[in-house]
C-alpha cells in the first residue's frame, strides 16, 4: 500500500464546514480515510464534496466539546483546524475577546488533544495535526491574542510530541501563510494592503486551501511517522524572506 494512502483510517477535522478545513477533510477522504466533518454549523457542503463520510456537531466555544468523542470509536487521525480571530489594537483589547480566541484556539485545542490520546495511546498509534499561523513565530499586530493562541499551539505541538512520540502519536503541525478564506476577505480586498502582502510571497500568489490540505494528509499518511513536534510553513516562502 501506498505510504501516502489513507485506506482503513477515520480522520476527525474540527472546523471543517468552510476554508481550509474543508479542503482538508475532503483531501483525507481523497486519500481513502472515512472522515468525520465537524463543525459547529452543518457540514452538509464538506459532505456533498466528499461524495463519503459523517458529519458531529462540535461547538468549541466550550473546551470540553470533543471529551467524549474518542472514547465512543476508534479515530486515527485528529486534525484541529477550528479557529478564530479578533481584531483590536492591543491597548483597547478586551477580556471577552482574549477568551474567546484562547478558549476556541488554544484551551480546546488542547484538550481535545488529550481526549484523543487518552484513547490511541493504549492503540500505540495515532496522528495528530494542529493547524498554527504564521503568527505562531512572528509577532502580528492588532490580534494580541491569536498571536498568543498560535504561539500556544506551536509550544503544545513540541510539548505533546516529547510526550507521546515513543508511544506511537505523530503530533505535528502546519502554519499556513495567507491563504484565501473568509478569514482574509477583508485583506485580499484592500488593494493596498493586498499588494504589499503579495510583493512579500517570493512564490508570487497567496495559498489555497488545497496547499495546507496536501500537507495535511502527508502529515495523517503513513509516509510521515519520523516526524514528530514539527510545524511546516506552507506559506510559498513567507518566513523564508
Ligand atoms: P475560516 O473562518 O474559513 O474557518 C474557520 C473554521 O473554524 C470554520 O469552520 C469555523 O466555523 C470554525 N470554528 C470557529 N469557531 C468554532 C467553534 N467555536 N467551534 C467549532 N468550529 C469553530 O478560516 P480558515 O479556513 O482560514 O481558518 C482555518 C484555520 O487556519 C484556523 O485555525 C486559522 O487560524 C488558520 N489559519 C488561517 C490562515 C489564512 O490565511 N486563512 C493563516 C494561518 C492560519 P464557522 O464557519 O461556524 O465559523
New binding site residues.
Partial sequence: MSPFSLAGRTALV?????????AIAVALAQAGAEVIA????DCDETLAMMGSGRSLT????DPM?ARDVFAAERIDILVN?????RREDAVDFSEADWDAVMD??LK?LFFTCQAFARAALPRGMGKIVN?????SFQGGIRVPS?TAS?HGVAGLTKLMANEWAARGLNVNAI??????????EALRADPARSKAILDRIPAGRW?R?ED?AQTAVFLAAPASDYINGAILNVDGGWLAR
Wanted: aromatic share 6%.
Fill in positions: 474540527t472546523g471543517a464546514n468552510t476554508g481550509i478545513g474543508q465537524s463543525g459547529r454549523r462540535l461547538d468549541f466555544a466539546a483546524n477550528a479557529g478564530i480571530i476556541t484556539n480546546a493547524i498554527a499561523s504564521l503568527l491569536y498560535k502554519a499556513p501563510g495567507y491563504i484565501e478564506t473568509n478569514n482574509t495559498g486551501p495546507i
